[in-house]
């Protein structure tokens, strides 16, 4: 590996295969790299720039919905299952 005029890494290309999992560890740093083929770059890896989704909590979300929406009355949808399905098929 040898370094450009802007710091980034450059990568031979026959180098990559091996080198491919510390490259990406390194990726979760924020570094990029340069992938070169006979001295010629050729490809640039980077990081994506989007932000991480926020994880929730299951009871978060619950909570939040919680008399949200209609009620279902459970009795009267299963007799209404009950008179419109064949309970012998």
């Known amino acids: 590996m040898r370094e450009s005029?802007?710091?980034?890494?450059?990568?031979?290309?026959?180098?990559l295969r091996d080198q491919l999992p510390a490259l990406?560890?390194?990726?979760?740093?924020?570094?990029?790299?340069?992938?070169a083929r006979d001295d010629q770059v050729i490809a640039e890896v980077r990081p994506i720039t989007r932000p991480r989704p926020r994880l929730v909590a299951r009871d978060e979300?619950?909570?939040?919905?919680?008399?949200?929406?209609p009620r279902l009355d459970r009795e009267l949808a299963?007799?209404?299952?009950?008179?419109?399905?064949?309970?012998l098929i």
Do not use: K, P
């Open 5 to 15: 005029r802007d710091m980034a890494e450059i990568i031979e290309q026959h180098a």
């Open 61 to 69: 979300i619950r909570s939040a919905f919680l008399g949200v929406g």
């Open 78 to 87: 299963r007799a209404d299952l009950d008179a419109v399905l064949d309970q």
């Open 24 to 35: 990406l560890a390194s990726e979760a740093a924020e570094e990029r790299f340069l992938i």
